[in-house]
């Protein structure tokens, strides 16, 4: 009897022992994989930008870019390197809390600034940053909107 109890004793350690190893490897894996927004495929980039008798917006798609000055509409093919590029600093952005980042100045607030937003399409949802001003935009929006500008276009009055 005590053989038997000595058995089922082990082997209830055992599995209890193996199964919380396995709990801990899994809960490792986890944190190395990135949120499921982050895995999301980008369907869209685009940045708007706007103010009393003026707007732009540019719109990236995997194959091209269009962008509207003030309802004047230029396509241009882009290509994969490029939009590679581009969407791999969208996907470094936390999309859920895109929404909650603080901009660093308010000169739109009074029109010394046009009033900027970036909106990104993953996986079918739209993500909107909050309000910015034109050329100065939140920290960790700052790489992607010098990329959707492009060189030398960093600062708008």
Request: net charge positive.
């Amino acid at each position: 009897m005590m053989n038997i109890q000595l058995i089922l004793f082990t082997i209830i350690l055992a599995t209890s022992a193996t199964s919380c190893m396995h709990k801990n490897n899994n809960e490792n894996n986890t944190s190395n994989i990135p949120s499921a927004v982050q895995q999301q495929k980008i369907e869209q980039i685009r940045l708007t930008e706007r103010t009393r008798g003026f707007s732009r917006n540019i719109v990236f798609t995997p194959s091209s870019k269009e962008s509207n000055i003030n309802e004047e509409i230029t396509n241009t093919k882009i290509s994969s390197a490029e939009w590679t590029a581009i969407s791999k600093l969208a996907q470094n952005i936390d999309l859920p809390k895109i929404s909650e980042l603080k901009a660093p100045t308010t000169g739109r607030h009074s029109d010394q600034a046009m009033i900027a937003s970036i909106i990104i399409i993953a996986g079918g949802k739209e993500y909107t940053s909050s309000d910015f001003d034109s050329g100065r935009p939140p920290k960790e929006l700052e790489a992607l909107y010098k990329a959707i500008n492009g060189p030398g276009t960093t600062k708008t009055p």
